[in-house]
């Protein structure tokens, strides 16, 4: 490690203000991403910012009909929440499968839709579930603030407050975990609308986005057999040791026929 100031502000106001006048400065959610890459010296903030006080970003409500969670709040209490399981189990579903239990009870949502990692979990789910981002500074669509690999729509000096997820009729998620990591090879979330169906893709691309085809196909009447017809749109899928763009571009079939046998079940 090296030597950094080290600030842990009580408000959103003051880890604004920390943004705006910290030389090099580093938001902290987690820290399950931001730490190794730092021991790793791939990062190298002058001031690290750690919202773990903030209470005002945690908690998990419903407020005009949408289920709302706080950026700060974790993996693990999403997982076990009875709010979130009652209203979009697979939502805690996904939650209870991230990473293992160490990274679970430190990792928070928002830190990971902020970092938007193309393999991680979440994104799939703000993409069907018609999330809204709300920060310091605006509410937008989750497509609109998850621009691609490790980049969003977040200024300098903004944070990520809560995310307002629609509350769907059903919904189910589907992973295929990679054999080392636990990441997401592919992830398919398929949730059913009062206005039709979303479904949204992560890990197995170089972004996330939602399978348009397989929406307009649900939206006709389609089962979990006819979805495997459905191909997966073109895009930059992911290549590696374990499996070939090819592959992955077929996994999507696989999860997402995964996913709707399970919703529609």
């Given at each position: 490690?090296?030597?950094?100031?080290?600030?842990?502000?009580?408000?959103?106001?003051?880890?604004?203000?920390?943004?705006?006048?910290?030389?090099?400065?580093?938001?902290?959610?987690?820290?399950?991403?931001?730490?190794?890459?730092?021991?790793?010296?791939?990062?190298?903030?002058?001031?690290?910012i750690d919202l773990a006080d903030i209470g005002e970003l945690r908690g998990i409500?419903?407020?005009?009909?949408?289920?709302?969670?706080?950026?700060?709040?974790?993996?693990?209490?999403?997982?076990?929440?009875?709010?979130?399981?009652?209203?979009?189990?697979?939502?805690?579903?996904?939650?209870?499968?991230?990473?293992?239990?160490?990274?679970?009870?430190?990792?928070?949502?928002?830190?990971?839709?902020?970092?938007?990692?193309?393999?991680?979990?979440?994104?799939?789910?703000?993409?069907?579930?018609?999330?809204?981002?709300?920060?310091?500074?605006?509410?937008?669509?989750?497509?609109?603030?998850?621009?691609?690999?490790?980049?969003?729509?977040?200024e300098e000096d903004e944070v990520l407050c809560r995310i307002s997820f629609a509350i769907p009729e059903?919904?189910?998620?589907?992973?295929?975990?990679?054999?080392?990591?636990?990441?997401?090879?592919?992830?398919?979330?398929?949730?059913?609308?009062?206005?039709?169906?979303?479904?949204?893709?992560?890990?197995?691309?170089?972004?996330?986005?939602?399978?348009?085809?397989?929406?307009?196909?649900?939206?006709?009447?389609?089962?979990?057999?006819?979805?495997?017809?459905?191909?997966?749109?073109?895009?930059?899928?992911?290549?590696?040791?374990?499996?070939?763009?090819?592959?992955?571009?077929?996994?999507?079939?696989?999860?997402?026929?995964?996913?709707?046998?399970?919703?529609?079940?």
């Open positions: 490690m090296y030597d950094f100031t080290y600030l842990r502000p009580r408000t959103v106001a003051e880890a604004v203000e920390a943004l705006r006048t910290g030389f090099d400065p580093k938001l902290m959610a987690g820290g399950m991403t931001l730490l190794p890459t730092m021991k790793a010296r791939l990062a190298s903030p002058a001031t690290l409500s419903v407020r005009d009909n949408r289920l709302e969670i706080g950026a700060m709040t974790r993996h693990y209490d999403v997982a076990s929440d009875g709010t979130v399981r009652a209203r979009i189990p697979a939502l805690a579903d996904l939650a209870g499968g991230i990473a293992d239990r160490q990274v679970r009870y430190r990792g928070t949502m928002g830190g990971s839709l902020s970092n938007s990692d193309p393999s991680a979990d979440y994104p799939a789910a703000a993409l069907a579930l018609d999330a809204r981002m709300i920060t310091s500074q605006k509410t937008e669509a989750a497509g609109d603030f998850l621009l691609g690999t490790f980049a969003t729509s977040l059903a919904a189910a998620y589907e992973k295929i975990p990679n054999p080392a990591s636990g990441y997401a090879m592919t992830g398919v979330f398929v949730a059913r609308l009062a206005e039709g169906h979303r479904v949204g893709v992560t890990g197995a691309a170089s972004e996330f986005f939602r399978h348009r085809d397989l929406e307009t196909a649900l939206d006709g009447g389609a089962d979990h057999a006819a979805a495997l017809d459905v191909p997966a749109p073109d895009r930059e899928y992911l290549a590696d040791m374990h499996g070939d763009a090819r592959y992955r571009r077929n996994l999507v079939r696989v999860a997402a026929a995964r996913a709707i046998q399970k919703m529609q079940s």
